[in-house]
């Protein structure tokens, strides 16, 4: 069964760059959360779209900002990189409307380095 | 906002042993999720409840949603040297739009 992809895997930026992550949701999910875990932590809600719409949004820096396009894929864009942003981010999709809507799923993450 | 207490924190157990953890809420949660990550993994969904009361299984997981809505139980029975890993417990927010609050995490290890 298809997942959730993520790309890149891995990722290494410098202080004060920019960077995307892109998440694709698992076929016909509209929705797509993004989580950000950091080493020994569990993961964090940052923010959350549902038919393109931002729907929630957590503890997410104002550095940040995210957008899903028309084919659901998801993008969130990371300036003015700081040390601490280094951490594990995760995409995960679900399908509203169903009975098992709140089961998300998880793609592999993203492992971003900020040196 | 919503709050998990997961526990325990870790656990060293022989190949073979049966394993239980939980999870605690102040507040109710209408659905509870158990997650397994790996190493640089995602989290892979085990087992979903929806209903108090309920216990489901999944081979040798079995998960159970307690009567007061608050609480959530995994056991793993028979344990294997690949059931290694984080256990996390996670429940949608009854507020927003499914947002995940997550447990901090079980960290199981199992010697062979």
């Known amino acids: 069964a298809a997942g959730v992809i993520q790309s890149p895997r891995h990722l290494i930026k410098e202080k004060r760059e920019t960077a995307t992550l892109k998440c694709y949701p698992i076929?016909?999910?509209?929705?797509v959360y993004w989580y950000q875990q950091g080493p020994g932590q569990d993961p964090q809600f940052l923010i959350s779209?549902?038919?393109?719409?931002?729907?929630d949004k957590g503890s997410i820096p104002d550095r940040f900002s995210a957008q899903q396009f028309s084919d659901y894929h998801s993008e969130l864009n990371m300036s003015s990189l700081e040390l601490g942003d280094s951490a594990l981010y995760f995409c995960?999709?679900?399908?509203?409307?169903?009975?098992?809507?709140?089961?998300?799923?998880f793609g592999p993450g993203t492992r971003l380095t900020v040196l | 906002g919503q709050q998990l207490n997961q526990s325990p924190q870790s656990m060293f157990i022989q190949e073979g042993e049966d394993v239980s953890m939980n999870c605690t809420s102040s507040?109710?949660?209408?659905?509870w999720l158990w997650y397994k990550q790996e190493p640089g993994e995602g989290p892979v969904l085990l087992i979903a409840?929806?209903?108090?009361?309920e216990l489901t299984s999944n081979g040798r997981l079995t998960a159970q949603f307690g009567i007061t809505r608050k609480d959530s139980f995994l056991n793993i029975s028979a344990s294997i040297p690949s059931d290694v890993g984080i256990y996390f417990c996670?429940?949608?927010?009854?507020f927003g739009y499914g947002k995940l609050t997550f447990g901090q995490g079980t960290i199981l290890t199992v010697h062979p």
């Open positions: 779209f549902y038919e393109k719409m931002q729907s």
């Open positions: 995960a999709s679900s399908a509203p409307g169903r009975a098992d809507e709140n089961e998300q799923f």
């Open positions: 409840l929806y209903k108090a009361g």
């Open positions: 996670a429940g949608p927010s009854v």
């Open positions: 076929p016909r999910h509209d929705t």
């Open positions: 507040s109710i949660f209408n659905t």
